[in-house]
């Protein structure tokens, strides 16, 4: 799969939920419950 046909779909993510970058959408996901933290020990 090429660079470009990942880009356009997570950019278009991105403008729906009015996200900057990946880090903007793994502070939603937390925030949601989307995921969750696992100790280390689960790691």
């Known amino acids: 799969m090429g660079e470009a046909t990942v880009k356009s779909p997570v950019a278009h993510i991105f403008a729906k939920l009015d ?3 990946r880090a903007r959408a ?6 949601t419950g989307l995921v969750t933290p696992r100790s ?3 790691a």
């Not at 793994?26 to 925030?31: G, K, R, S």
């Open 26 to 31: 793994v502070v939603l996901a937390y925030e």
């Open 40 to 42: 280390a020990s689960e």
């Open 19 to 21: 996200l900057r970058d």
